[in-house]
């Protein structure tokens, strides 16, 4: 297994957010994470990315395990990028600015590298010619799609989207699930979460449902989106489809 989360727990005062949590991802798998919001996605995969510290449990990455005091946070991110919904692009930074500070200032790649990487990834996605825009002279999907070029310059071995499609207009959701359609071919290994039904079916190969951080039910998609066995998750379907989202 890639990423193996056993027992993760983890809490907020007395609030538990994951509970004993398990989660298997295979490299080259696209999990989708699925559940009421509350439910412990985002929580789950900043625990992952080392964001957040956990209360108790392991979570391992390629056999190593990562919550380990010993482990230094910013080598485990250089194999992990992290995608969130906002893009948290700086806005004083121009496109290849944003795209070379981590792994020049945090990763010590030399500059020409960094660059020379950005550069062909801006290339493949289609936006090489905005490297030396700011942020804010780019649409939403455009920004989005630069985030996911930042997280994508270490070569991570997993990549963690927190619902990357959310905060888009629907006519700039296309562009950012065909990238993360293209990863999916190449073998990019991803846990995403999403609110987005469509958008787990279309990519993942397998759907978890968390709820109360735990996960009561995962499977492939046609199966966990179109005939769950646990009522809990026929309820969330239930309000996911009364509010269109299926
Ligand atoms: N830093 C924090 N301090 C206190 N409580 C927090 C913190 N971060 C998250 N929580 C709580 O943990 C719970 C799970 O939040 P989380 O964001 O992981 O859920 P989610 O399933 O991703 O929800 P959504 O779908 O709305 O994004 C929520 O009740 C939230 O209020």
Known sequence: MLLSCTDVRKTFGDHVVLD???????????VALIGA???????????????????????????????????NPDLVRQKIGLVFQSYNLFPHMTVLDNITLAP????????????????????????????????????????????????????????????????????LVGEVLSMI???????MTMVLATHEMGFAKQVADRVVFLDAGRVLEQGPPAQVLGDPVEPRTRQFLARIIEAGRL
């Open 181 to 187: 359609r293209d990863l999916k071919a190449e073998g």
């Open 104 to 171: 020049t200032r945090v990763h010590g790649k030399s500059a020409t590298e960094a660059r020379e990487l950005a550069m062909q990834w801006l290339d493949r996605v289609g936006l090489a010619d905005k490297a030396k825009a700011f942020p804010d002279g780019l649409s939403g999907g455009q920004q989005q799609r630069v985030a996911i070029v930042r997280a994508l310059v270490n070569s991570p071995r997993l990549l963690l989207l927190d619902e990357v499609t959310s905060a888009l207009d629907p006519e």
């Open 37 to 71: 919001s509350g439910s412990g996605k985002s929580t789950l995969l900043r625990c992952v990315n080392l964001l957040t510290g956990i209360d108790d449990g392991t979570i391992h990455l390629d056999g190593e395990e990562i919550t380990d005091p010993k482990v």
């Open 20 to 30: 004993n949590l398990g989660l298997e991802v295979a490299e080259h798998e696209v």
